[in-house]
């Protein structure tokens, strides 16, 4: 069994800075990519950001030059660094992971989500 678990949502003012976190628990053979999506209410959801294995990172154009995706030493722990945040950042955040459980054996994984809100 694996799970992708995010925390650390909330409510920010604009302009403001935010960390999520995403850890990534149970029999893990090998994590091929984490990544983030958003949606905001009444939208398709959204890519945000995304970690591979080799620590290649590309972003949503939407975000670029204000988000950043990082990880832990042990690459089981994602962060996403918000900064400058707007309105229009507003939404439920899902981590979603590509993560193999075997040589063979590869499965995508979502989190519940966390909110985040932008507001005065």
């Known amino acids: 069994q694996v799970r992708v678990v995010e925390s650390g949502g909330g409510l920010v003012h604009p302009g403001g800075s935010l960390r999520l976190s995403c850890a990534a628990f149970?029999?893990?053979?090998?994590?091929?990519?984490m990544d983030w999506y958003r949606q905001a209410p009444g939208k398709e959801r959204e890519f945000v950001a995304r970690?591979?294995?080799?620590?290649?990172?590309n972003y949503g154009d939407s975000v670029k030059g204000r988000f950043t995706i990082s990880e832990d030493n042990a690459k089981t722990t994602v962060y996403l660094h918000m900064n400058s945040l707007k309105p229009e950042d507003t939404g439920v955040y899902y981590c979603?992971?590509?993560?193999?459980?075997?040589?063979?054996?590869?499965?995508?994984?979502w989190g519940q989500g966390t909110q985040v809100t932008v507001s005065t």
């Open positions: 979603h992971g590509i993560i193999q459980t075997g040589p063979a054996s590869v499965n995508e994984y």
């Open positions: 149970g029999s893990i053979f090998n994590i091929n990519y």
């Open positions: 970690i591979s294995s080799g620590g290649s990172t």
